[in-house]
Every structure is written in C-alpha cells, then in structure tokens.
C-alpha cells in the first residue's frame, strides 16, 4: 500500500515538472529551446509514459489508484495538446 502511494507522489510530481517546463517552453519561442531542454521535455515525457505504463501493469495491487494515477496522467496530456 506504502508502495502504490509513493507512486501517486512521485507521478504527481513528474506531471508538475512537465507542466512546468511544458509552461516555460511554450512562454517562450519554441524554437530558442535548447537541445538540452528538448532533451530533459523528452526524457519528462517517457518518465511519465512509463509511470502511466506501471500504474497500469500493476493495476490489482491498489486499482482504485492506479486509475486515478492513470486518469491524472491522461487529463494532464490532454490539457498539454
């Protein structure tokens, strides 16, 4: 339980730190990013495809977080488009 809670934790904090620099970019012109910045959006992306991946993959351990870690997720990148 301890395990699918941490889990919800660090989910949200990926998706604030995506949205933050998601915020930052897009205030910004997009193409002034860096190649590093483009770098860390990309690796912030695929930390939460595969957070969003695990929650899912471990879905019967505490199911009624793991959709909502999952619905946050996909609210969170919708709002992104």
């Keep these: 339980m301890k395990?699918?809670?941490f889990l919800l934790l660090i989910a949200g904090v990926v998706i604030f730190a995506v949205i933050l620099v998601y915020a930052a970019v897009r205030?910004?012109?997009?193409?002034?990013m860096t190649r590093r910045e483009k770098q860390e959006l990309q690796r912030l992306r695929d930390l939460v495809d595969t957070l969003d991946q695990l929650a899912?993959?471990?879905?019967e351990l505490d199911s009624a977080l793991a959709v909502?870690?999952?619905d946050e997720i996909r609210r969170s990148k919708k709002e992104l488009r």
């Design 56 to 59: 899912y993959s471990h879905r």
């Design 68 to 70: 909502q870690v999952i």
């Design 27 to 32: 205030s910004s012109d997009p193409n002034r």
């Design 3 to 5: 395990a699918a809670y």
